[in-house]
């Protein structure tokens, strides 16, 4: 299976590489009008979203997780979409399991 690039240019025509020239042209985003800088002023990063991903360590058969990978790039996200689908239909069910008996002595 190839891979294919993750930048094209002949798809991302619009957006070619810097020349020097560019690079010669361009000035410092302080320069731009103040009534364009105030819509940036807070804007750090990407905005949160509302339920992100929690990273978690978990240990699986080596033959499940080759299984898994060989499903090729993205198969995290779609065994959490399966998992959250199979959960709110009510086709997973947890139960908590009953402590261990003390044994007495």
């Known amino acids: 299976m190839s891979k294919k ?5 002949a798809i991302h025509d619009e957006n070619p590489d810097w020349t020097a020239e560019d ?3 361009a000035r410092p985003a302080s320069e731009l009008p103040s ?3 105030a819509q940036f002023k ?5 905005p ?6 929690v990273p978690v ?5 080596g033959d499940v997780l080759e299984a898994l990978r060989a499903t090729g790039p993205g198969w995290q996200t779609r065994i959490n979409d399966m998992l959250k689908s199979k959960i709110s239909r009510g086709k997973v069910k947890f139960e908590t ?3 261990p008996k003390k ?3």
């Open 5 to 9: 690039p993750k930048f094209d240019p």
């Open 23 to 25: 690079f010669a042209r």
């Open 35 to 37: 009534e364009i800088l």
């Open 42 to 46: 807070n804007m750090v990063g990407r």
């Open 48 to 53: 949160r979203i509302e339920n992100p991903k």
């Open 57 to 61: 360590k978990l240990r699986l058969d």
């Open 97 to 99: 399991p009953a402590p």
């Open 103 to 105: 044994k007495r002595a």
